[in-house]
């Protein structure tokens, strides 16, 4: 069935009036059909029972419709196309037999008739008294759509005045957020606002292809032009997501809180990063399609760090996850509309921009507010410690002699002469010996005397792996990592060398079974009515050291060899469960027994792990381990020399 003419109206004005009901359409699947062969064609379909967004068309579309104009004059009407990204339009007039017009536009030609400096591409079409017939090439290798509006010109003009107007003020508000966190980052250094200023200039060139602004105000016919339209679109989209997932790891302060999560994260901005060259040898769809997949799960990892963030109680999150979703929800109106679920209008066509302009707002107050709350966490934090240290006592010597209590005595010397407190202790990846201690059944002594049972032990305790402390050296017996109300752990070998380049294994079993004593010891003279067990673990593996890059700035450790010390002592509830110790309990990986002298390994039992039975988590290749009981009654010791 033929489409209907579309008769101009007389006297009425025609505004975004779709061409589409009154066309039929042809599929050029390779895209080499000319003009003469339409002319001749008869093989044109209705448009009635067909969307005018076309996503399966491949190739390029040709649309044919007869306009008949009533007036005996010549009217001029604009034809609006309302795609930016269609690389190629060419629209041809025949009137009488006679083509009296040929105008091309699009991102990947050179306009010729069209009207120029314009977002959308748009032709001023010249109808004369009676039939004219249309004949329209619509070829892309995004998304191809038979959408077009006639406009009378004043309504159309004024139309776009009214977007240009709009498009300025958010565009604008985009740069002016560039240049305020630009100013920050040259102001206060940090790398959040450098990250967050590539990311928003990238997005800024993504709405500038988008939104057409860019065929506003630069000539068209330019090779370089044509580049940044179609390509230059990826690798903006590309760059935007790559310092968008940067910008996330530093504003959520994910190297502190989540150090796991922050590696993972620098993973997928090096993956995105990477992804920049596949426009190099992808076809423009493939890359299109593989630009469009990033887009999701990068969305959702971000929208997602937000929530957890929020729900882990970071404050400034919740503008961080507020400007994500408003973006998101934009970017989505957007995606239904360009394929054709939902109507093109001011909401659907301006969703993303208008999301995008107050997703930059929201996160620029984020960072704002993010820098606001670390201020004053962090000195709140400083005068608390400060007021804690100078209650005592208003003088420097006792300040310094305050400190002594909390961080090592070389430390205090290299503060004296200059330093910042993370420059007085290593850090990065090392490997020790973890020594783990817990008290078994805490829960259960006697309440009046088991915090001072324990206080005393560890007291001792410390003092043991303070045991050949050098300052200019860096060398100590141990270092204590952390301590648990009822436990502690220490490691041997790193941070702190061990004295005089001693065995790290054997120096670990000697602490371990000093410490056993030290328990021992404190129990009896406490006079507990029945003897208190520890159970003590001891694993070797990789640690790093590090301080937090916000907040209190606290030495700590975390690492593999410290997981696998936990695990091992953890087997007393686990392969050893079954086995009945009235003493304390010792227990060693593989790796330290392998470590220590014939007499040392001559102490311990082997323990062969039966996967059908026993596994040891986090060490599922590890086939054994070693335990040895500390009876009460006989404490152990190794002769120095071990």
């Not at 490691?491 to 061990?498: C, D, M, N, R, S």
């Amino acid at each position: 069935m033929s489409a209907e003419p579309l008769l101009l109206p007389n006297g009425s004005e025609l505004a975004e009036y779709d061409i589409w009901s009154h066309s039929e359409f042809q599929v050029d699947s390779e895209g080499t059909w000319d003009l003469p062969t339409m002319l001749n064609s008869n093989s044109w379909q209705s448009t009635l029972d067909h969307s005018s967004s076309l996503p399966y068309v491949k190739g390029a579309l040709w649309i044919r419709t007869i306009i008949i104009n009533r007036s005996p004059e010549k009217i001029v009407l604009m034809l609006d196309h309302p795609y930016t990204l269609t690389d190629e339009i060419a629209v041809h007039v025949q009137h009488q037999g006679t083509i009296t017009q040929t105008m091309i536009a699009g991102d990947h030609v050179a306009s010729s008739g069209a009207v120029a400096h314009h977002r959308n591409p748009v032709f001023a079409l010249d109808l004369r008294p009676g039939e004219n017939t249309l004949y329209i090439k619509v070829k892309s290798l995004a998304l191809i759509s038979g959408k077009f509006d006639l406009w009378e010109p004043m309504p159309y003009f004024n139309k776009v005045n009214r977007e240009l107007v709009f498009v300025a003020v958010l565009l604008g508000g985009i740069l002016i957020l560039i240049c305020y966190n630009l100013f920050l980052y040259l102001s206060l250094n940090s790398k959040v606002y450098l990250h967050y200023v590539i990311y928003l200039l990238a997005f800024l060139s993504v709405q500038n292809i988008l939104s057409g602004a860019s065929r506003i105000f630069l000539v068209r016919g330019n090779e370089a032009l044509f580049l940044y339209w179609n390509e230059g679109l990826h690798v903006s989209v590309k760059v935007a997501w790559t310092f968008a997932l940067s910008f996330a790891v530093h504003f959520l302060n994910l190297p502190t809180f989540h150090p796991r999560l922050a590696r993972l994260m620098r993973f997928m901005t090096i993956f995105m990063a990477s992804t920049l060259v596949t426009g190099l040898f992808l076809p423009y769809r493939m890359d299109s399609a593989f630009t469009v997949a990033l887009t999701v799960p990068c969305s959702i990892t971000l929208l997602g760090l937000g929530i957890w963030s929020c729900l882990r109680g970071y404050r400034p999150a919740l503008y961080y996850t507020a400007g994500w979703a408003v973006l998101i929800l934009g970017s989505v109106v957007l995606a239904l509309k360009t394929v054709g679920l939902l109507p093109i209008n001011l909401v659907t066509t301006w969703a993303q921009l208008v999301g995008a302009t107050v997703e930059g707002l929201v996160l620029s107050l984020a960072v704002g507010a993010r820098y606001t709350y670390l201020q004053k966490r962090s000195a709140a934090e400083r005068e608390v410690f400060i007021k804690k240290l100078m209650e005592k006592e208003a003088s420097k010597a006792h300040s310094y002699s305050q400190l002594e209590k909390i961080i090592y005595p070389h430390q205090i010397e290299l503060i004296k002469s200059g330093s910042n407190l993370e420059q007085t202790m290593p850090t990065g990846a090392g490997e020790a010996c973890v020594i783990s201690f817990d008290t078994i059944g805490s829960s259960k002594l006697e309440h009046d005397k088991a915090r001072a049972f324990l206080n005393d032990t560890f007291a001792l305790c410390y003092r043991d792996m303070l045991a050949g402390y050098s300052q200019k050296k860096m060398e100590a017996s141990a270092y204590r990592l952390k301590e648990m109300g009822d436990g502690f752990f220490c490691t041997v070998g790193f941070p702190f060398h061990t004295p005089d380049g001693q065995n790290p294994a054997e120096l670990a079993l000697r602490l371990a079974l000093q410490f056993s004593k030290n328990f021992h010891a404190e129990a009896q003279r406490h006079g507990f009515a029945r003897m208190p067990q520890a159970s003590i673990a001891i694993a070797f593996g990789e640690v790093e050291a590090y301080y937090p890059s916000a907040g209190v700035v606290e030495y700590n450790m975390f690492g593999r060899g410290i997981v696998l010390a936990d695990r091992y002592e953890k087997l007393r509830k686990g392969a050893l469960r079954q086995l009945k110790f009235s003493g304390n309990l010792l227990v060693i990986d593989d790796r330290i027994f392998q470590m220590l002298s014939p007499t040392s390994q001559a102490l311990f039992q082997r323990f062969d792990v039966d996967s059908r039975h026993h596994t040891i988590r986090d060490d599922e290749q590890a086939h054994c381990f070693y335990f040895k009981e500390l009876p009460h009654d006989a404490p152990l010791s190794l002769p120095v020399s071990a």
